[in-house]
């Protein structure tokens, strides 16, 4: 069927360019049941009754069948994408076994693709931001291939300096595409043997107001490429025990999960955080259509989740605001309200020396409530939580081993309080010499004390330790003006959330990935924490944000974090830029303002050798080129560039038409591991 079909269709000019069936043509002409087409078919009988069905009198077109036929790789094998259809679910790209399969994945037109999804101006209102955007697989050979670098500078102490040597260690921000500089990044971690640890992402919203409002016809879709193209290589990227955090807006949030299902595994993933935003809003047509947007979301997933370990990171409130916003004004039972103010003789039950455990018995232990430790202390009871906390306690009913072994020994008590003596070999408290109280009748329940749940802020004040969970509402997302001294007037980070993700899975010394640097926020937090970083960012606006955030960072900024880690400075980053080759062309192609500047860009591209190996430059005429309308114009200029062509590859560094330095060849080679 395949030959005969292939047969049939080829042999009809208006389905053939260039030799080459039109896939997508013919796919369009089926769903429209166009007569040419559902003739041609019927004119061969094999093909005939593979694709329609006999009825009483007539016949019916099987569109589903025949739409699979002809997306089917095996179909015409060389096709440029066989995601071309629709958006919708499927179960290892059959679109028709969704009812009969449990596992599904999503699909979207160009799936199987590359786009470059490069801009080089934040005002680039351009129809279709993918300048020459959709690459087949079988044309990204040298477009994935490590780049070379240009423009060096070091950041330090000292100031900004040419460096002279590269480390395996450096904190780096690249200037360029983020696809293009991760695939540099790949090789650069390769060459010194390092892994990421962290990931984290805070890419464009496909809100409608940001660079993916000017492509209409495949808006969502374009914004699902983009992002599997870059998270696929991030994955790569990452160590075995190496996780990443995607944040996002409740516009594609289900989608980005589907997808990372796909890329991670649905069995690594971790969870969906909640964070409170306290920014957004409806009005105006929307009122009453929708509820007010006030949080976003991360997606947090494991490279595998069976070697990860998510460090606990605490919410810091001062103790007494804590227990008035989280109990008493909501009506909650706040549970420390004792005080033990005097333990008394400590009397000794049985020492178990097998087992290096001691129980004692305190007959005289005394308690009272908070209240009435305030009054007869003439003080609120504000300041007894402030002054005392390591007297105020509750009780609980903890199930454990060491609680079942209490209760044996201490068995006779009755009174008072007992407790056991030992040195755990796990918990906080592993390898220390412990004691933990319980009730004296039968042991039932431990005595927690509020000071274990305390810590000191720089100043003395005591902070409730509050372990985080899914919900993140108490990060500050309002006068974010002067975090980092810079100005960012949407999007930019809390420094504190960032912190929450760098804390909860990263230690001293990793590396932490972000390629949508943005206003810095990731590599300015990361840095004030003592991890290495890698940012990536393309916005010639944004580039100069990050640098001069940075510098602010190692001159010990007091904004963001600093004050809560008493960060005084220090530290250094590597920044470089991609080298561009026709990428230049094409920034002056999007710039051009009338029709001789073009023209003139034409006759340049002509002579040039990054124009497309399909296109035959003595058949380039100026006089039809200038018949063209100016948008037409800049479309053709962007479609003949080979898209492996817009940057210098590495292994091409000693091409003396790059006009790259000695200098820059030698850093290049240390970046990538390579000498020198």
Not at 204 to 232: A, C, E, Q, V
Not at 367 to 379: C, L, P
Not at 469 to 492: H, M, R, S
């Amino acid at each position: 069927m395949n030959k005969e079909l292939q047969k049939l269709l080829l042999s009809k000019e208006g389905y053939v360019v260039e030799g080459t069936l039109n896939k997508n043509l013919v796919g369009q002409l089926a769903r429209n049941y166009d007569l040419g087409l559902l003739n041609t078919l019927q004119s061969n009988e094999k093909v005939k009754s593979h694709f329609f069905s006999s009825t009483d009198g007539g016949l019916i077109f099987k569109l589903e069948v025949f739409l699979q036929f002809l997306n089917n790789k095996a179909f015409l094998p060389d096709s440029y994408t066989i995601y071309k259809q629709k958006i919708g679910l499927a179960y290892k790209g059959e679109v028709d076994l969704l009812s009969q399969n449990k596992e599904i994945v999503l699909n979207w037109p160009y799936k199987d693709c590359i786009l470059e999804g490069g801009q080089h101006k934040e005002d680039a209102k351009r129809k279709e931001i993918f300048f020459n955007s959709v690459l087949a697989p079988s044309e990204v050979n040298r477009y994935i291939e490590p780049k070379a670098l240009t423009n060096f500078e070091k950041y330090s102490t000292s100031g900004v300096e040419r460096p002279t040597t590269i480390g395996s260690e450096e904190n780096l921000v690249i200037k360029g595409n983020n696809l293009v500089g991760l695939y540099s990044v790949k090789q650069y971690l390769k060459k010194h043997d390092k892994k990421i640890k962290l990931v984290y992402l805070d890419p464009p919203y496909n809100t409608g107001n940001d660079s993916f409002k000017y492509n209409d016809s495949f808006n969502h879709s374009t914004w699902l490429t983009f992002m599997k193209n870059r998270i696929t290589i991030a994955r790569d990227l990452m160590d075995d025990d190496g996780i990443i955090w995607v944040q996002t807006d409740d516009g594609e949030v289900n989608y980005l999960g589907v997808l990372m299902d796909e890329i991670f595994g649905r069995e690594n993933f971790i969870n969906l955080v909640t964070v409170k935003t306290k920014v957004g809003g409806v009005s105006g047509s929307s009122e009453g259509k929708s509820l007010k947007d006030t949080t976003e979301f991360i997606q947090l997933y494991a490279k595998n989740k069976s070697q990860i370990t998510l460090e606990p990171v605490f919410a810091m409130t001062p103790v007494w605001d804590y227990i008035q916003t989280e109990y008493i004004q909501v009506g909650k039972s706040w549970k420390y309200t004792s005080v033990l103010t005097d333990l008394g003789d400590r009397v000794l039950l049985k020492s178990d020396k097998t087992a290096g455990r001691q129980y004692y018995h305190y007959p005289n232990a005394k308690s009272v409530s908070v209240k009435k430790y305030a009054r007869d202390n003439n003080i609120t009871e504000e300041e007894v939580y402030n002054s005392v906390p390591e007297k105020v306690f509750r009780s609980t009913n903890a199930q454990s081993s060491v609680r079942t072994s209490v209760m044996e020994e201490t068995k006779e008590v009755d009174s008072g309080l007992v407790s056991i003596e030992y040195t755990p070999n796990k918990g906080k408290n592993k390898d220390n010499l412990t004691e933990i109280l319980y009730t004296g009748t039968g042991a039932t329940n431990m005595l927690m004390f509020l000071s274990d749940m305390l810590t000191e802020d720089k100043d003395g004040k005591l902070l409730y330790k509050e372990k985080l969970t899914t919900l993140w509402d108490d990060i500050q997302y309002n006068n974010l003006a002067k975090e980092g001294k810079v100005e960012f007037p949407n999007g930019k980070k809390p420094e504190k959330l960032l912190q929450n993700v760098i804390e909860m899975s990263s230690y001293k010394g990793d590396y932490v990935l972000d390629f949508f640097g943005g206003s810095g926020t990731t590599a300015a937090t990361a840095h004030k924490l003592g991890r290495n970083y890698i940012t990536i960012e393309q916005l010639d606006t944004q580039i100069d944000i990050i640098k001069r955030r940075l510098r602010n960072v190692i001159d010990g900024e007091d904004k963001g974090i600093s004050s809560e880690i008493e960060w005084t400075g220090g530290g250094s980053f590597l920044y470089c830029e991609i080298k561009n080759d026709a990428a230049d062309f094409v920034e002056r192609i999007d710039t051009a303002r009338d029709e001789s500047q073009l023209l003139e860009l034409f006759e340049l591209a002509k002579k040039s050798s990054f124009i497309s190996y399909r296109v035959d430059p003595k058949k380039m005429k100026s006089s039809e080129f200038e018949k063209l309308s100016f948008a037409e114009q800049k479309q053709l200029l962007r479609e003949i560039i080979d898209n492996n062509n817009l940057y210098v590859n590495y292994s091409d560094i000693d091409d003396i038409s790059y006009g790259i330095s000695d200098e820059d060849k030698a850093l290049n080679r240390q970046f990538y591991g390579d000498g020198e």
